[in-house]
């Protein structure tokens, strides 16, 4: 079992900057690849980032936040995170960090065993 707690959203200007945490609870942390995913109203939920288990070295990116958006992970802390720099109005979304214990996790949110409750993002224009 991991218990999943985000923090860090909030209200920013356009081009402004967020860095999200993810805390998990467990000894097990460094066994999951984690994801980001975001949910805007009226939309599926989409893939925002995702960093492979154990180190950490692999990492994937949506095509929309490829060069704004890094993802990374600190095991000792039980601690992934989400630098969003250049935040854009369709930022905007609940954001959810997840846990899927297959070595490079997936793009697929139905994948991911554990969520977190979610952290507001809202980008003024």
């Known amino acids: 079992q991991v218990q999943l707690v985000e923090s860090g959203g909030g209200l920013v200007q356009a081009g402004g900057s967020l860095r999200l945490s993810c805390a998990a609870s467990g000894r097990t942390f460094s066994s999951y690849a984690m994801g980001w995913f975001r949910q805007a109203p009226g939309k599926e939920r989409e893939f925002v980032a995702r960093i492979s288990r154990s180190d950490g070295i692999t990492y994937y990116y949506a095509d929309s936040v490829k060069g704004r958006f890094t993802i990374s992970r600190d095991n000792a802390k039980n601690t992934v995170y989400l630098q969003m720099n250049s935040l854009k109005p369709e930022d905007t979304a609940v954001y959810y960090c997840?846990?899927?214990?297959?070595?490079?996790?997936?793009?697929?949110?139905?994948?991911?065993?554990?969520w977190g409750q979610g952290t507001q993002v809202t980008v003024s224009s």
């Open positions: 997840a846990a899927d214990p297959k070595v490079f996790g997936s793009r697929d949110y139905r994948e991911y065993d554990y």
